[in-house]
């Protein structure tokens, strides 16, 4: 249900923009990002409670991991397929299986729409990323897709062979340019695991620096691939709000109540960002937002004031 409605969403958003030309449809950024978010947990009965790595502590914990899909649109994200992930290892579903799976799934969703969504970039960090991966994402029809790269992965270039941590020491990068506003570098890479493609070195401040791999059908110019990146910012903003305004560590529901309670945290996202589109709230951020939502005594008055009883709320 979580997925019919988000994507009735993302459709409306993406329907107008269409019509209009090559260089409108490039400046709303429009992206498929993937990326997953760990949540610590403690409890033992809690479902798909397993030992994940997690990024914010820098180590193994115990907790939920959720992989998401997010559609970016004019700097807004809408959330997508949204899974927690089962056991992994031998015998299990991994990560790789279960996003083919949530790809194919919402092509095939948005082909009932009219929408061709591999047309759309994709986005992802290289957490479970491979050579095989690629294959079956060209499969599924996607041709662009930009990867952000491991230190400890190996490249040839210009004859000598290192990890890429060596690299991005090594690599003198150019100073920004049209379209790019970091200093960065594109440079073609030979890598034992993906063959040839094209590196794309950045730095965001003065002492730390990025690549990313363009796994994508062709070749992408510098500026291409750091506009497509940009656009995976939304996703690492959608894990914070759910986390930190949402609170959706708080859920402690077991079984199928699970995905029940993610679908109302979803759902009061979607309408935060609704409100925020109207003039009356689009100076508030969506904390500010959700404190007058909390303040409110009649829900029903306030959606009836300020969307005209566009839903059912019975």
């Known amino acids: 249900m ?18 209009k030309s090559a260089a409108t449809r490039s400046r709303a950024g429009m992206t498929l990002s993937i990326d997953n978010s ?14 994940w790595y997690s990024g914010r502590y820098h180590k193994v914990i115990r907790g939920q991991d959720l992989l998401g899909i997010v559609f970016t649109i ?62 079956r994402l060209h499969q599924l029809g996607f041709t662009q ?11 040839t270039i210009h004859g000598k062979k290192q990890a890429a941590l060596a690299w991005k020491k ?35 401040s003065t002492t730390r620096s990025y690549y990313l791999m363009n796994f994508s059908q062709e070749a992408l110019r510098g500026a291409e691939i750091w506009h497509i990146w940009r656009q995976h910012h939304g996703i690492e903003c959608f894990w914070k709000m759910l986390k930190s305004i949402f609170h959706m560590r708080s859920m402690q529901l077991q079984g199928d109540g699970l995905y029940t309670a993610l679908l109302i945290k ?31 005594e009649d829900l029903r008055d306030f959606l009836t004031t300020h969307f005209h009883d566009p839903f059912s709320i019975t």
């Not at 760990?38 to 030992?51: A, E, Q, S």
């Not at 082909?111 to 047309?119: H, K, L, P, S």
């Not at 897709?145 to 490249?155: E, Q, R, S």
């Open 2 to 19: 979580l997925l019919r409605f988000m994507v009735k969403q993302a459709a409306e958003q993406r329907k107008p923009v269409l019509s």
């Open 38 to 51: 760990v949540m610590d947990r403690f409890g033992k009965l809690l479902r798909c409670t397993w030992n």
């Open 74 to 135: 004019n700097h807004i994200a809408f959330p997508l397929p949204l899974l927690f992930c089962p056991k992994q290892g031998r015998y299990h579903t991994n990560k790789a299986d279960l996003l083919i799976f949530m790809l194919t799934q919402l092509k095939d969703d948005f082909d009932r729409e009219g929408i061709d969504i591999t047309q759309l970039p994709l986005t992802m960090d290289s957490a479970f990323v491979s050579q095989e991966l690629r294959q």
């Open 145 to 155: 897709i930009i990867i952000a790269g491991k230190g400890n992965y190996v490249f």
């Open 170 to 204: 090594a690599l003198i990068l150019q100073t920004p340019t049209w379209g790019i506003d970091v200093p960065s570098r594109r440079i073609w890479g030979q890598s034992p695991t993906f063959g040839s493609l094209i590196l794309f070195f950045f730095r965001k």
């Open 266 to 296: 979803v759902l009061a996202y979607v309408l935060a960002l609704r409100l925020q589109a109207h003039r009356a709230f689009s100076k508030l951020t969506l904390t500010q937002i959700m404190r007058q939502l909390s303040r409110e």
